[in-house]
T-cell receptor, first 112, second 112 residues
Framework: DTAVSQTPKYLVTQMGNDKSIKCEQN?????MYWYKQDSKKFLKIMFS???????INETVPNRFSPKSPDKAHLNLHINSLELGDSAVYFC???????????FGQGTRLTVV | GENVEQHPSTLSVQEGDSAVIKCTYS??????FPWYKQELGKRPQLIID?????GEKKDQRIAVTLNKTAKHFSLHITETQPEDSAVYFC???????????FGTGTSLTVIP
């Protein structure tokens, strides 16, 4: 069974569109994250949710809106996509903030 | 907020040699320091971690050391093998403050 799964794996879309990436974890973890990995491989935290409550929003444009319907899911909706949004987006989860984070397989978003 | 710096950004070693990657952190409240390995096109995966109440931890060919006073920690890989080639990330987090930040990554190449 996949511990952290995110869909889709690849996403190609035009500028200005709105898209969503879904993430689910079956590990019973309380904390979920979204990270953006750019072409230089830098892993930058975007959001952190603990028990469905937003904990961190690291200077992410408000075009990005996370939604956590329950502890096992953290979806990412992006409005008005821009070329600079092209990156790999990783969802992750951990039992607590100071615990091992398990990553999803990543979603490669390409905005054309 | 926490600032994690990682060096070097690239590292090439001959098979069988040792590799050392170093990280520093800024927030003295950080108490959990994991290391992740990311192979090309794959998700980051935990390889070893250390908590602030321990100075050193070893798992076969991999070891991590932590100097809380100097706020730095290092990853040591001995007897490197070609399959060790990947990007390695250090990270720092703490129980409170809900922060989990990665270093900028080290691309390790082991030359056969």
């Amino acid at each position: 069974d996949t511990a952290v799964s995110q869909t889709p794996k690849y996403l190609v879309t035009q500028m200005g569109n709105d898209k969503s990436i879904k993430c689910e974890q079956n590990l019973g973890h309380d904390t979920m994250y979204w990270y953006k990995q750019d072409s230089k491989k830098f892993l930058k935290i975007m959001f952190s949710y603990n028990n469905k409550e937003l904990i961190i929003n690291e200077t992410v444009p408000n075009r990005f809106s996370p939604k956590s319907p329950d502890k096992a899911h953290l979806n990412l909706h992006i409005n008005s996509l821009e070329l600079g949004d092209s990156a790999v987006y990783f969802c992750a989860s951990s039992r607590s903030i100071a615990g091992e984070a398990f990553f999803g397989q990543g979603t490669r978003l390409t905005v054309v | 907020g926490e600032n994690v710096e990682q060096h070097p950004s690239t590292l090439s070693v001959q098979e069988g040699d040792s590799a050392v990657i170093k990280c520093t952190y800024s927030d003295s409240a950080s108490n959990y320091f994991p290391w992740y390995k990311q192979e090309l096109g794959k998700r980051p995966q935990l390889i070893i971690d250390i908590r602030s109440n321990v100075g050193e931890k070893k798992d076969q060919r991999i070891a991590v050391t932590l100097n809380k006073t100097a706020k730095h920690f290092s990853l040591h890989i001995t007897e490197t093998q070609p399959e060790d080639s990947a990007v390695y990330f250090c990270a720092a987090s703490q129980n409170t403050g809900n922060q989990f930040y990665f270093g900028t990554g080290t691309s390790l190449t082991v030359i056969p």
